[in-house]
C-alpha cells in the first residue's frame, strides 16, 4: 500500500466512492477509519467492512459488485438493492468525514465555529477565548480563507459585545475594514480571473461597480492590506500599459508572502505571472528563463500538486521550458521525480513521452524511437509532435524512403482530426510541404532554396 495514497482509481467503474477515496491519503484514510468506527458518526457495521473492503484491492481493475457483497456479507443470496444502500451510506459519511477533517485542519475556521456555538449557548466567557485565538493564528496569516475569517471573528467578537450589552466602536469599524477588504480581495481574484480567461475566449463583459472597485484602489495612498496589495498587482500586471514593473512587484510580493499565504492563492498568483510570461513569449519575447524560474520555484513550493497529483500539462511545460534552457540535468531529475505524481490513467504514458522529448533534444535517436513506441494516447496535439519529432529523425538519418511513408501516414492522420484541429490542420500541412522540399534540395534540387525561405518565411507558425 502506497504511504503517500491509496489508488483506487484504477477500479474500471470509477464510481463516485472509489473516486473520493482515491483521493484521500493514506493518513487521511486512517482518520477516515476511526470517523467510521466512532458510534456518534456510524451505527452500521457493514458500512465499516465495505470501507476495508474497498481498501483491501487497490489494485484489482474490477471489483464486481457480486464480490463485494461477498466479501462484506459472507456467502448469502447477492441483493444489489442492499449492497446500493451500503454503499451510499458509505459515500455520505465519507464526504461528512472530508468535510469536518478539513475544517479540524483549518484551526481558524474551527475556532470560529465554536466560538458561533456558545455564543448560541450564552457562553460568552469561552467563546471570547476562542475568538482571541482564532485571531492570535489568522495574525500571520494571507489568503481569503484568512480574511473571511478576520471577518466571521469580527462579527462574532461584535455580537459578544452587544450580548453583553458592551458596545465598542473599534470593533465596529475593524467588521467593517475586514468586511471591505474581503470584498475587494474576492472582486480582485474574479476580474484576475476574467484577465487571463479572456485573452483566449473573448467576449464583450463588463462587471458591474468594477470601475469603482479600481479607482478606490487608485486612490488609496498606501494599501495596508498585504494581499490585496499584491492582487492589485496583478490585476495591473494583465491590465496595465507598462506591466512590467508590476510584474516585478508581483514576484517579489509572492516571495515576500511564501509560507504565510495560503496554497490556493499562492497557486493563482504564480499561474497569473506564468500566463503573463507565455503571452510575451508568443508575441516574440525572449523570456524562457523567466518562466523556467517561475515553475520552478513553484515546484518547489509544492503548489502544482493537486490531490496528489501533477497534471500532464504541467509536466510537460516544465520540461519543454527547461529543455528551451538546456537545463537537462535539472530536467532529467524533475522527470523521474514527478513520475509517480502523474494521474493513474495514462501516467506513464505521459512521462515515456515527455522522457523522449528529453531524449530527443539531447540527440540520443535510437532511445527517443523506443521511448514513442512506449506512448499510447489519443491527445492529437501530443500525437502530432510525435509524429514531428519521428520525422526529423529521419531526415537527420537520410532515411528518406521512411520519412516519405511517414509523411503519408501524417496526413492521413490530419484528414481523420481534421474537425479536432481548426487552424493547427493547415499548420501541419505546411509541415509536411516544407519537409518534402528538403528532401527534394538533398538530392539535388538546389533551386528550390529560394522557394523554401520564401515558404518558410510566409508561413513562420510550422513545426520545428
Not at 475586514?178 to 473573448?202: G, M, N, S, V, W
Not at 495612498?221 to 507598462?242: E, F, G, H, M, R
Amino acid at each position: 500500500m502506497n504511504q503517500d495514497i491509496i489508488s483506487l482509481s484504477v477500479i474500471k467503474s470509477q464510481r463516485n466512492l472509489e473516486k473520493i477515496l482515491c483521493s484521500l491519503t493514506a493518513i487521511e484514510l486512517g482518520r477516515a477509519r476511526k470517523f467510521l468506527q466512532s458510534p456518534y458518526h456510524n451505527h452500521r457495521s457493514d458500512v465499516i467492512r465495505l470501507f476495508e473492503v474497498l481498501l483491501s484491492h487497490p489494485t484489482q481493475l474490477s471489483l464486481s459488485k457480486e464480490k463485494m457483497y461477498a466479501q462484506v456479507y459472507g456467502q448469502v443470496k447477492f441483493d444489489d438493492k442492499k449492497l446500493r444502500y451500503v454503499r451510499s451510506e458509505l459515500l455520505s459519511l465519507v464526504c461528512q468525514f472530508v468535510a469536518i477533517d478539513q475544517l479540524r485542519n483549518n484551526s481558524s475556521s474551527f475556532l470560529a465555529l465554536q466560538a458561533s456555538a456558545l455564543l448560541e449557548k450564552k457562553q460568552f466567557s469561552q467563546a471570547s477565548k476562542f475568538l482571541k485565538s482564532g485571531a492570535r493564528i489568522l495574525q500571520p496569516m494571507a489568503g481569503t480563507e484568512a480574511q473571511k475569517n478576520r471577518l466571521l471573528l469580527s462579527q462574532y467578537n461584535l455580537r459578544l459585545g452587544f450580548d453583553q450589552e458592551v458596545f465598542d466602536h473599534e470593533l465596529l469599524r475593524k467588521s467593517s475594514d475586514h468586511l471591505t477588504d474581503f470584498f475587494i480581495l474576492e472582486k480582485l481574484r474574479l476580474f484576475c480571473l476574467a484577465e487571463t480567461y479572456l485573452t483566449r475566449f473573448p467576449v464583450q463583459f463588463e462587471f458591474p461597480l468594477r470601475r469603482k472597485i479600481i479607482e478606490y484602489l487608485e486612490n488609496q495612498a498606501a494599501i495596508k492590506n498585504s494581499l490585496i496589495k499584491l492582487y492589485w498587482c496583478a490585476y495591473q500586471t494583465l491590465t496595465a500599459d507598462d506591466s512590467t514593473q508590476y510584474f516585478v512587484k508581483l514576484k517579489a510580493g509572492i516571495t515576500a508572502l511564501e509560507g504565510n499565504i495560503e496554497t490556493n492563492c499562492l497557486k493563482e498568483l504564480y499561474l497569473i505571472a506564468i500566463n503573463y510570461v507565455i503571452g510575451r513569449i508568443n508575441r516574440g519575447e525572449q523570456l524562457f528563463r523567466e518562466i523556467f524560474q517561475l515553475y520552478q520555484h513553484g515546484i518547489e513550493d509544492d503548489i502544482f500538486i493537486e490531490d496528489g497529483e501533477l497534471s500532464p500539462g504541467t509536466y510537460r511545460n516544465v520540461t519543454l521550458a527547461g529543455l528551451r534552457l538546456g537545463e537537462f540535468e535539472w530536467i532529467d531529475s524533475f522527470l523521474e521525480d514527478f513520475r509517480d505524481k502523474l494521474p493513474v490513467k495514462n501516467g506513464m504514458h505521459y512521462y515515456h513521452y515527455n522522457r523522449a522529448v528529453f531524449t530527443f533534444r539531447k540527440g540520443t535517436y535510437r532511445e527517443t524511437f523506443q521511448l514513442l513506441q512506449r506512448v499510447k494516447i489519443q491527445d492529437v496535439h501530443m500525437n502530432l509532435d510525435m509524429r514531428r519529432m519521428q520525422a526529423i529523425m529521419y531526415f537527420d538519418e537520410n532515411d528518406f524512403e521512411v520519412l516519405e511513408h511517414h509523411l503519408e501516414s501524417l496526413l492521413r492522420y490530419l484528414r481523420r482530426h481534421q474537425k479536432e484541429m481548426t487552424y493547427h490542420h493547415k499548420i501541419w500541412s505546411d509541415f509536411v510541404t516544407a519537409t518534402r522540399m528538403l528532401i527534394r534540395i538533398h538530392y539535388g534540387q538546389r533551386d528550390l532554396n529560394d522557394q523554401l525561405i520564401i515558404f518558410l518565411s510566409e508561413h513562420e507558425a510550422i513545426p520545428s
